[in-house]
C-alpha cells in the first residue's frame, strides 16, 4: 500500500546554504511525520523535507538515524574544515552537521531499501515555539522506531565518522536504548578503510559472525549492532577480509572501544538486545541501561524506555526533572501487565534511593558526558557502580535449597531459557550431582505499587541485625560496610528495630558470546536487600542498604515467605529531587567474583591492535593477507581455551558442593 500525498516543507541546495541555520518550521504542521529523501541529497546535496500523515507510516520505506547530539570533537584539518551547516532550535545544544555524513547515511539507507531517513533535527521541530509538536513525537517514538526498515547508528555524531577503536557517547545517551532495541534491524556507519570481509566477536570460534559492508569504499563501512556491541563488550573483534567465509586464518585483530571497552554500557546493551534471554532478563537490562544512561532531562530517561515496556506515558504532564513521578507511573504499568518488578538488584553496590528505596539512588544527568552520582569525594561515573549482571537461571536452585518453590513466591517461571541453559550441562556434572531435575526456571518477583512508590510484593526473607564482622560464620557483608547476621525475636536486642533480609534472586555478569553454555554456578551469587520495618499492622518497610554473597543461604537459618510493602523514607518531592549522595566507599568482596570467560576474555584481549595499525600496515603492504603484528595470537589462544571447559566445571563443583 502506498503513502497518501505528502506535502514539501523544505528543498534546499546545500551547497549554497552551507555554515548557515536552517529552519524547517515555518511550513510545518504540529503532530506529522517529516522525513528526509535520500536520493535528492545523494545525487546533488538537495535537503528535501517531506511531510506525511501518522496514519501513513506503516507504508513509507524509511530508516531512522541514532547518534549523539554532542559527537566526537573534530581532530584532524580536513574535518575541521568541513561546511557543515545546523538547524535552527538545536545549534545551542547540538553539533554542527557534515553533509558528507548525512550523504553515507542516506547510501546506506538506500542500500537497504529505504527511500527516505528520519532524524531528529530535522524530522522534531526543536524552536522553543513549537513544543505541541515535540510532546506528539516523543509519545510517538517507539512507533517511529519500530516501523521503520533499519535504523542507522552513527556513534561519533553527524560532525564526522569514528573508527571502531575511539571510543564515544552513543551508548551513554538515553534516547539511543530504544533506537538500539526497537527497530527491526540496526547497523553501525563508522570510518574503515579494510574493505569488505567478515568479523567474528572476540577470538570464540564458532561465535556468530557479522559482515562488514563498505558504503564509500575506503572511507566507510557498515557493520550489524549487535555483533559490534558484543566485540566491545569483549573488548576486541577478529576480522577476515574479503567475502570468504570458510577462511581459517584471520586477516587481525582490532581493539573495540566504539561503545566503550569491556563496559557494562555494552554488557548491559547486549543483554537487553540477547535473543537467547528471558522477558524478564531484557526488562532487567532495560532498566540497567537507563540507570547507566543520561540525558539533558532526567525524565527523559523515563520517556525513552517506557515503548520498550509497551507503555505509553503522556509526556506533557512531567516537568524536566519529574523522573521520580515518571518512574512510579512507568514501574505501575508494567507490573499491571504482570510483568516482574525487573528494576531490583540493577545497581546493588549503589544505596536505596530515600525517596524510592526498591531502586538505587538516582544518578545525576546532563546534556554532555555521562551520568554520575554524588560520592563524599565528588561525582563519580555511575558506570563504576553497575556491573552488567543478570538474573542466573540458579535462582531456581537456590529457592529449592531453601524449601520453596517459585510459585509460592508467585514468581514467574521461564522454562525454555532455563532448558537451554541444562541441555548443555555435561553428563558428568549430571551423575555426579545426582540430579534428577530435567529443567531449570528462572524469573522475577512480581507485585503492584502504588502512587506513592510502595511496592507491595510477597518474598522470602529471613530477620537480621547489624553484627561485628567476627560474630560467628553466617553474616552479610552490605555494601556501606555493615554486617548482618540472621536473628530470632528473641536473639534480637531490645533498642535495635526489626530488619529483614530479602532475598532477590541469584545473578552473574552476562557474556554474549558463552553465557549458554556457562556451567551453574560458574561466578553466581545472590542479591540481598535489606529492609527495616516501619508499620508491621500495615506490612510498611524501607530499604536499608543492598548485600551479596556468594555462600547458599539455606545454611544462614529459616528462610519465610513474608509480605512486604517497600518505598522510601521520605515521601516524593515534586519536580526536581534533591541530589542524593552516597557517603561511603562500596564493598563488593562476598560476591562479583571473576568467572571463567571473564578470565580468557582478558587473556585473549592482550594482542589486539588498534584500527589505524591495522590501516596503516595494509596501506604499505597491500599485497599482504594478515596482519604480522599480531602472529602467534591464534596458538597463544589455543593453548589457553584448552583449559576453559575444565576451569568451568572446577568451579562449578567448587562453589555448588562447598
Known sequence: MSPGASTVILDVHLNHRLNEILDVSPNATDGRFRLMSCEPFIQHTILCVEEFEFSD??????????????????????????PTFQVHGSSHCGDPINPIVLRDACIAARYNGADYIWFDRISVLQAEDRSADKYVQIGRMHEVYSCCMLCIVIPGGLRRFVSL????????????????????????????????????????????????????????ATLDLVPLVVTSSEGFLTFFRGNDNDREEPTCHIATKIFGSSSPYARALSTAMAQDGHQDMRDQAIWTCAQLRTASRSVDMVLSIMGLFGVTLQAERYGPDDRLRATVDLAKQILDQGRTAS?????????????????????????????????????????????????????????????????????????SYGSMMLERHDEEI?????????????????????????????????????CRRDEG?????????????????????????????????????????????????????????????????????????????????????????????????????????????????????????????????????????????????????????????????TSHLGRFKADVREQMLSNFLSQFLK
Not at 63 to 75: E, F, K, L
Not at 434 to 440: E, L, M, W
Open 57 to 82: 507510516i506503516g507504508n513509507i520505506r524509511y530508516a531512522t538515524v541514532s547518534y549523539p547530539w554532542r559527537g566526537v570533537v573534530a581532530n584532524n584539518p580536513r574535518d575541521i574544515a568541513a
Open 343 to 415: 528494576w531490583l538488584g540493577i545497581s546493588f553496590q549503589l544505596p536505596p534511593s530515600k525517596y524510592l528505596s526498591t531502586f538505587s539512588i538516582f544518578p545525576q544527568t546532563c546534556a554532555t558526558g555521562g551520568a554520575h552520582v554524588q560520592t563524599r569525594r565528588g561525582p563519580r561515573s555511575v558506570s563504576e557502580f553497575i556491573g552488567g549482571e543478570c538474573l542466573s537461571p540458579e535462582t531456581h536452585t537456590w529457592y529449592l535449597s531453601m524449601g520453596y518453590r517459585y510459585e509460592d513466591a508467585g514468581i514467574r517461571p521461564h522454562t
Open 473 to 633: 560464620e553466617t553474616i552479610f557483608h552490605s555494601v556501606d560496610g555493615k554486617t548482618w547476621k540472621p536473628c530470632t525475636d528473641a536473639s534480637a536486642r531490645d533498642n535495635e528495630g526489626i530488619y529483614w533480609a530479602v532475598f532477590v534472586g541469584v545473578y552473574k555478569r552476562y557474556h554474549a558470546l558463552v553465557y549458554q553454555n556457562f556451567r551453574p554456578g560458574d561466578g553466581d551469587f545472590a542479591k540481598i536487600m535489606v529492609v527495616a520495618e516501619r508499620d508491621s499492622r500495615l506490612h510498611k518497610s524501607h530499604a536499608v542498604t543492598f548485600c551479596t554473597t556468594t555462600s547458599p543461604l539455606h545454611t544462614s537459618g529459616v528462610w519465610s515467605l513474608r509480605e512486604f510493602k517497600i518505598g522510601g523514607l521520605f515521601s516524593l518531592p515534586q519536580g526536581r529531587a534533591e541530589a542524593e549522595i552516597m557517603n561511603y566507599d562500596p564493598q563488593v568482596s562476598d560476591g562479583q567474583q571473576a568467572d571463567t570467560h571473564e578470565i580468557y576474555r582478558l587473556r585473549a584481549q592482550i594482542n589486539a591492535c588498534s584500527q589505524k595499525e591495522v590501516e596503516d600496515f595494509f596501506r604499505k603492504f597491500p599485497e599482504a593477507t594478515t596482519f604480522d603484528l599480531d602472529a602467534g595470537k
Open 430 to 466: 549430571q551423575r555426579r550431582l545426582g540430579r534428577q531435575s530435567t529443567q531449570f526456571q528462572t524469573g522475577g518477583l512480581r507485585g503492584s505499587i502504588d502512587d506513592e512508590g510502595y511496592l507491595s510484593l510477597k518474598a522470602l526473607a529471613i530477620r537480621v541485625r547489624q
Open 165 to 220: 577503536d575511539e571510543e564515544t557517547t552513543w551508548i551513554q545517551r538515553g534516547w539511543t536504548l530504544q533506537e538500539a532495541i526497537a527497530p527491526p534491524k540496526v547497523i553501525v556507519l563508522f570510518a574503515w578503510k579494510l574493505g569488505s570481509g567478515n568479523i567474528r566477536a572476540g577470538d570464540i570460534e564458532d561465535s556468530t559472525f557479522g559482515t562488514v559492508i563498505e558504503i564509500t569504499p575506503g572511507e566507510t
